[in-house]
T-cell receptor, first 115, second 115 residues
Framework: DAGVTQSPTHLIKTRGQQVTLRCSPKSGHDTVSWYQQALGQGPQFIFQYYEEEERQRGNFPDRFSGHQFPNYSSELNVNALLLGDSALYLC??????????????FGNGTRLTVT | QKEVEQNSGPLSVPEGAIASLNCTYSDRGSQSFFWYRQYSGKSPELIMSIYSNGDQEDGRFTAQLNKASQYVSLLIRDSQPSDSATYLCAVNMSRRGGSQGNLIFGKGTKLSVKP
């Protein structure tokens, strides 16, 4: 049973550049949520995709955008990178129409460093 | 501002002791509560879920919920060095139906179990 997979595992970018991170959900899941985890902090919710639409969004600027594909995989795009965007980016998958207590399954994350 | 508060620690306990981790949350209407364990450099791993007042036990782990006090705790009995990790409290404060992808996380409590 394939879990949540993310790519790449590590990435180094320069300020002002753009980056795309990718996620494949756990088999059988249809919803992808993205989180940002800065060093020493808990994960912060960026947004959630279901049926190829953004369903919920956290307090992140428009530089952060996403996409979900028909096969449920997802991309996170960040434009005009800032030093403060350096963090571990986590993807989590779940079932949208399950009960509210369906747990999230996290991928191993992408470590983004902005120099 | 919806918040989840945890002591950052570090919390140090001897091997075999009970570790007690605490968490408070701001939104009285929150429905579901989770404890995640995160080893250094790894992604969060769900260890306990709790949805109603009282205790929920799973092996050496017990989660306790008191909605009136807006308080969640995690007890780890017979602590082992392998339990050394950061423990994240997460709360689903979303009022919307469907998946609980939007979790509010605390900053985490770092636990160290000394042999």
């Amino acid at each position: 049973d394939a879990g949540v997979t993310q790519s790449p595992t590590h990435l180094i970018k320069t300020r002002g550049q753009q980056v795309t991170l990718r996620c494949s959900p756990k088999s059988g899941h249809d919803t992808v949520s993205w989180y940002q985890q800065a060093l020493g902090q808990g994960p912060q919710f960026i947004f959630q995709y279901y049926e190829e639409e953004e369903r919920q969004r956290g307090n992140f600027p428009d530089r952060f955008s996403g996409h979900q594909f028909p096969n449920y995989s997802s991309e996170l795009n960040v434009n005009a990178l800032l030093l403060g965007d350096s963090a571990l980016y986590l993807c989590a998958s779940s079932l949208y129409l399950s009960s509210y207590n369906s747990p999230l399954h996290f991928g191993n994350g992408t470590r983004l460093t902005v120099t | 501002q919806k918040e989840v508060e945890q002591n950052s620690g570090p919390l140090s306990v001897p091997e075999g002791a009970i570790a007690s981790l605490n968490c408070t949350y701001s939104d009285r209407g929150s429905q579901s509560f989770f404890w995640y364990r995160q080893y250094s450099g790894k992604s969060p791993e769900l260890i306990m879920s709790i949805y109603s007042n009282g205790d929920q036990e799973d092996g050496r782990f017990t989660a306790q919920l008191n909605k009136a006090s807006q308080y969640v705790s995690l007890l780890i009995r017979d602590s082992q060095p392998s339990d050394s990790a950061t423990y994240l409290c997460a709360v689903n404060m979303s009022r919307r139906g469907g998946s609980q992808g939007n979790l509010i996380f605390g900053k985490g409590t770092k636990l160290s179990v000394k042999p």
